[in-house]
């Protein structure tokens, strides 16, 4: 298999590799059921560009950015002539002591700036060209918190992969050669339940995430009871090749109503690699021995969508 494949086509992904911003928004959505509500999605989608472009331009130093991500049933009623290989529904998975819920969601709008107020007009203007053609299902704003950290203190996204790695490991290559430059996506809403966390010792916090707290160093080894957050999310295949995916986690929160959570948005080429990493968490490594990160952290939505390159995304026009 040639990894670089997509590096010496004319293929554009989309902004999947965008780096870390300090601000997000994750607006998801469903198609209203009439097929002419399909159609004017499919026509708004594949010109996205257009408004990244009309919001973006007026400060390029805010870097604005979109990915735009197809739910598998939504990718059906586009009726495609094909489908990426590993496309499907987001599968609950029901552990011995939490859930990774499955959650409804046609389309996925990822938008990255370094101003909140350009990510604020592009999913206005978005909405607005949308209109009564899709049901907003969730729509999150989130925000860098200090040096990247979660709100349950640690830095969060030190071991994301970088320069060749990372498109190795987030964007689809030759092994399907119709949907190459494209990538799979996983969203996860979680709420923290800060005030449970607050009582357990640094030394414990330390060893679920499975790093230290203040400078961010990896802790040589687990303590012997149960792998930390960090050893259940590092996944070897059989020949001992490690996979990796993108992640792009952002805090979000309403102190006023008591909510404190992190978005979980993870980027992969092979959709598998997640999923492995969301049995590990939820059912445990062994079994039983599930990331106990989960014990403060509730899993409120599940959705799993493709990211196609910007050519699949602009032959989706009607
Ligand atoms: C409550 C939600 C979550 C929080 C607060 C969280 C936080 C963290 C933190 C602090 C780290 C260590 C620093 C880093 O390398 O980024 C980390 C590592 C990691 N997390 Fe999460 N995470 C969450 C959910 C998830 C989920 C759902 C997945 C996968 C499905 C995941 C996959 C990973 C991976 C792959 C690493 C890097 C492991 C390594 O190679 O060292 N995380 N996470």
Redo the contacts with the bound molecule.
């Keep these: 298999m040639d990894d670089q494949s997509w590096a010496r086509t004319p293929i554009e992904p989309q902004s999947v590799n965008a780096p870390l911003s300090t601000a997000a928004i994750f607006l998801v959505v469903t198609i209203a059921p009439a097929e002419a509500a399909a159609l004017h999605v499919r026509e708004v989608i594949s010109d996205i560009g257009g408004l990244v472009r009309a919001v973006g331009f007026r400060d390029l130093k805010g870097h604005l950015s979109c990915n735009v991500g197809i739910g598998s049933d939504a990718w059906a009623r586009f009726a495609q002539k094909e489908t990426p290989a590993q496309l499907r529904p987001f599968f609950e998975i029901a552990g011995p002591a939490h859930t990774a819920v499955s959650t409804p969601g046609d389309l996925l709008f990822h938008i990255r700036a370094e101003r909140q107020d350009m990510c604020f007009d592009l999913e206005r203007l978005i909405l607005e060209k949308l209109g009564d053609s899709v049901i907003v299902v969730d729509e999150t704003q989130g925000f860098r918190y200090f040096d990247s950290r ?1 709100l ?1 203190g ?7 992969p970088t320069g060749h790695g990372m498109l190795d490991s987030s964007l689809i290559g030759d092994e399907d050669p119709t949907f190459s430059g494209g990538s799979y996506v ?1 969203v ?1 809403k ?1 709420l ?1 339940d800060l005030a449970a966390w607050g009582t357990l010792t640094i030394e414990q916090q330390q060893a679920i ?3 230290t707290k203040a400078d961010n160093v ?1 802790l040589d080894q687990d303590p012997a009871e149960r792998k930390s ?2 050893s259940l ?2 996944i070897t295949d059989a020949n001992g090749v490690e996979h ?2 993108l ?1 792009d ?1 952002m805090p979000f929160g309403r102190p006023g109503a008591g909510e404190f959570g ?1 978005y ?1 948005i ?1 980027y992969a080429r092979e959709l598998w690699v ?1 999923t492995q ?2 049995r590990n ?1 939820f059912m445990g490594d062994p079994f039983g021995d599930y990331d106990r ?1 989960l014990d403060f ?1 509730r899993a409120v939505t599940g959705t799993t969508f493709f990211v196609p390159s910007n050519d699949v995304l602009e032959a989706l026009a009607p």
């Excluded at 640690?154 to 994301?160: I, P, R, S, Y």
């Design positions: 979660d349950l640690f830095v969060d996204g030190t071991e994301n996983v996860q979680y923290h995430i499975g790093r990896e957050h960090k999310n590092t990796d995916i992640r986690n992190t979980f993870g997640i990493m969301l968490m990160i952290s």
